[in-house]
């Protein structure tokens, strides 16, 4: 095993939530208790004591770029789920790709780019949405905020010259699934198109008949995934894959697809650091194409926040302790990221 050391350090481990995710504002959004709103504040401080002060983004994923689209449901999603999404032909999307960290400026090729990120917002009406966030790691480092907030600490106190073994390892050495997230391996795509990315949370869907299936979902490729090794990695660009995304939307629009793997009798569903047997069967839930990238960027990506928790009929939270008060650090750290001025 490496030393602990030299995998998490504070200049070289920043963990976060997925794929630019940020949540929309909405008087539903509003955090519904002290300790949920507390905990919030004391992750979004952790990830400001790591990454500096980054005014106008967010706490993860900074690094991002935000795409038009159009969702179109699989044939076989109305037996999963009666959400409005499912039951239209299509409807408009905005898909955001992201490298992990919490710097604006971080090469695509640096080991804190990896995990990728990827956002998906559905417009059922005006004011109206619904979210799918996900990154490109099976999995979380925690189960509670709580575990979270304290391993960000012990992140940010596991600098080069502290004791050892020092609070990154000592929380490692208690808490194996954070370990099983440091040590899995997160190649750098050839694209954000040929990732595949896995919602943090499960999912309660229901249908039209009120038959309840638990899944999670899974975004992948149009194709085989792609990635590249560390010797690639290390000669690309610093932009290569938003550079990539631009040359492969000038030539036509890109698919990826989305499925919900279904949870099966004895499985937790309220725990994002378990991972349910790979044989679990998945159902398709539908097909994203995406056409190109939003006018207004910068501007667009700074106002939109992303939310973790549905919030639409046919798809509901999973009970899972993590969701409150993710979806309450996305909507803190959305509304601050709006009220400041982007510094480049």
Do not use: C
Request: aromatic share 8%; no cysteine; charged share 25%.
């Amino acid at each position: 095993m490496a030393p602990f050391a030299e995998m998490v350090t504070k200049k070289t481990l920043q963990f976060g939530i997925v794929a630019g995710r940020e949540m929309r504002h909405s008087q539903t959004m509003t955090p519904a208790i002290d300790k949920t709103t507390s905990l919030a504040r004391e992750a979004l401080d952790a990830f400001d004591a790591l990454n500096g002060s980054q005014p106008g983004y967010r706490p993860a994923h900074a690094k991002g770029i935000l795409l038009n689209g159009t969702f179109t449901p699989a044939a076989g999603a109305k037996a999963l789920t009666k959400a409005p999404h499912i039951q239209r032909a299509s409807v408009p999307v905005a898909v955001r790709f992201s490298d992990f960290a919490g710097i604006p400026g971080i090469p695509d090729n640096h080991p804190q780019a990896s995990p990728r990120g990827i956002a998906i917002r559905f417009y059922l009406a005006d004011h109206v949405h619904t979210d799918i966030i996900a990154h490109s790691v099976d999995g979380f480092p925690t189960r509670t905020a709580e575990e979270f907030v304290e391993f960000l600490r012990a992140v940010h106190e596991s600098g080069p010259d502290a004791p050892r073994p020092n609070a990154v390892e000592k929380f490692l050495g208690t808490h194996p699934a954070a370990l099983e997230f440091v040590q899995a391996p997160k190649p750098m795509p050839v694209s954000f198109f040929s990732e595949r990315y896995f919602a943090v949370n499960a999912y309660k869907f229901r249908n039209e008949q009120g038959e309840i299936r638990y899944g999670r979902y899974r975004i992948r490729p149009d194709g085989p995934a792609e990635h590249r090794d560390d010797a690639a990695a290390a000669r690309q660009p610093p932009n290569v894959l938003f550079d990539e995304v631009a040359a492969r939307l000038a030539k036509g629009p890109m698919k990826m697809r989305i499925a919900v793997q279904i949870a099966g009798e004895g499985d937790l569903v309220d725990d994002s650091t378990l991972h349910w047997p790979a044989e679990r069967p998945e159902i398709e839930f539908g097909e994203v194409e995406v056409t190109g990238a939003v006018p207004d960027n910068a501007a667009e990506q700074q106002r939109i926040i992303f939310d973790p928790i549905p919030r639409v009929d046919g798809i509901e939270s999973s009970g899972d302790p993590l969701l409150e008060p993710r979806a309450a650090v996305y909507l803190m750290s959305g509304r601050r990221r709006r009220a400041e001025k982007q510094v480049k």
